[in-house]
């Protein structure tokens, strides 16, 4: 890892930032922008991930099948855990060529947008949080593999929110729901995701918004699934 640069924290942007300005009030024009760039591989100086780091990610608020979960551990462990878990660092960005989910996010963000975000974080005033001694955000072309924590409340999945369910992610992704809805607060627990419900209709055959990709673990068994499903709620 480079000095002074750290990936950002447990969960990137998405949630993270929104979940604290959601509790604490805390009024953060940009934060979308921002989070919709955390997963391009976008490193921050130590101090906004120090920041950022200190947020923990809410808990599952429903029941959770206990004995499923424990099985579900290995089976994360065997097929997830090599790109997921352990140390944050650039081991963990991936070629879209190799992960083939939709390249425009990689694409597009490029040195000179980082640097727009460089500019922001230097510039941010809020109570709690030091700007960056040294620019650190830089464009990598590549897509970062997230740590799982609090994965349950980041639906809809990938970088470009394309797959609505834990389900549907563990799904070939020929057989992915081309449309779906976005806006809906009402979860769904056996699939691990929001509703299919919301004003806005996402679809998944334009420009940017592939569901392409990330096929890993579409070839497990039923019970396999809803094990690391049941899993990954406890994360
Ligand atoms: C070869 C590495 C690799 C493996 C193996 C892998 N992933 Fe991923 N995963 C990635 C990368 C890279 C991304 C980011 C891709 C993107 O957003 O386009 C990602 C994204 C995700 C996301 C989206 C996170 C979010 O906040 O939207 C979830 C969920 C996920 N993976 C779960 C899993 C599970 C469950 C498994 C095991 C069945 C798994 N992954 C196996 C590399 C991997």
Not at 10 to 30: D, N, P
Not at 43 to 51: C, I, K, L, M, P
Not at 202 to 229: P, R, W
Request: proline letters at 5%; glycine letters at 10%; one cysteine or more.
């Amino acid at each position: 890892m480079e000095r002074g640069q750290t990936h950002l924290g447990a969960l990137g942007w998405k949630y993270e930032v929104t979940y604290r300005a959601e509790f604490t009030g805390i009024a953060w024009s940009g934060c979308a922008d921002a989070w919709e760039a955390w997963r391009t591989g976008i490193r921050v100086g130590e101090a906004a991930n120090r920041f950022i780091g200190k947020i923990r990610p809410p808990g599952y608020p429903f029941p959770v099948d206990k004995v499923a979960a424990k099985r579900g551990a290995a089976v994360f462990e065997a097929n997830c855990n090599s790109c997921h878990g352990g140390a944050e660092s650039d081991k963990r960005l991936y070629s879209v060529a190799e992960i083939g989910t939709d390249p425009h996010r990689a694409e597009m963000f490029t040195q000179k947008l980082a640097d727009g975000f460089n500019k922001f974080l230097a510039e941010l005033e809020t109570e709690g949080y030091q700007p960056p001694k040294e620019f650190g955000v830089r464009s990598t072309g590549k897509y970062f593999a997230p740590s799982l924590s609090g994965v349950w409340a980041r639906s809809p999945y990938l970088h470009n929110g394309s797959v609505r369910t834990m389900e549907e992610l563990l799904t070939s992704p020929s057989a992915r729901a081309k449309i779906s809805h976005r806006g809906s607060r009402d979860y769904d627990p056996a699939h691990m995701g929001y509703t299919d419900a919301g004003t806005y209709v996402f679809d998944t055959t334009m420009s940017g918004n592939s569901n392409a990709g990330h096929d890993y673990g579409t070839a497990l068994s039923a019970e396999e699934k809803h094990e690391l499903i049941e899993y990954l709620k406890t994360l």
